[in-house]
């Protein structure tokens, strides 16, 4: 089920963006981070829709999964939920989609081991990728939801 930050379901995701963007040129940003808990895993992908000088909407929707017993088995299920969601938008609205990947470009993290794989799945697909850290749909805002952070806010 997909919600708002402040907590509104939303019935499909897709006309939700087309009822955001309508004629507009806007940006849609994607992106998906993940928190082991305990004996599962839960899953959140990210939809930021910016209205330059405006703020902009954000929509999350939850997955939760069996534990994943690796780094790659994590961050390229979190690109493959980012996709099907990118996939899903792009068949509905004409604008730009940008896929966010939460893998790090820096050598010194073992995530950058992936990221030449995991930015090759989201450019194959057709759409724009940004990695760590210029990778903010997923770093912060899909890391400020999975957290929790956005249930603290008053």
């Not at 929509?59 to 969601?85: A, C, D, I, N």
């Amino acid at each position: 089920m997909w919600k708002s930050l402040s907590g509104r379901r939303i019935e499909d995701i897709v006309d939700e963006v087309i009822s955001v963007v309508g004629d507009l040129e806007r940006v849609v940003h994607i992106g998906t981070d993940s928190k082991l808990r305990g004996s599962h895993i839960d899953f959140v992908t990210v939809i930021a829709i910016l209205n330059p000088g405006r703020g902009g909407r954000v929509y999350f929707e939850l997955e939760r999964s069996q534990k994943v017993h690796s780094l790659p088995q994590k961050l390229f299920r979190e690109t493959e939920l980012s996709l099907t969601l990118a996939t899903r938008v792009s068949a509905a609205v004409a604008q730009d989609i940008v896929v966010h990947v939460d893998a790090n470009e820096d050598e010194r993290h073992r995530s950058s081991r992936y990221l030449k794989a995991l930015a090759g799945m989201v450019v194959g697909y057709g759409f724009r990728v940004l990695v760590k850290p210029h990778a903010w749909c997923a770093t912060h805002v899909a890391d400020f939801v999975v957290n929790e952070k956005h249930l603290r806010v008053a």
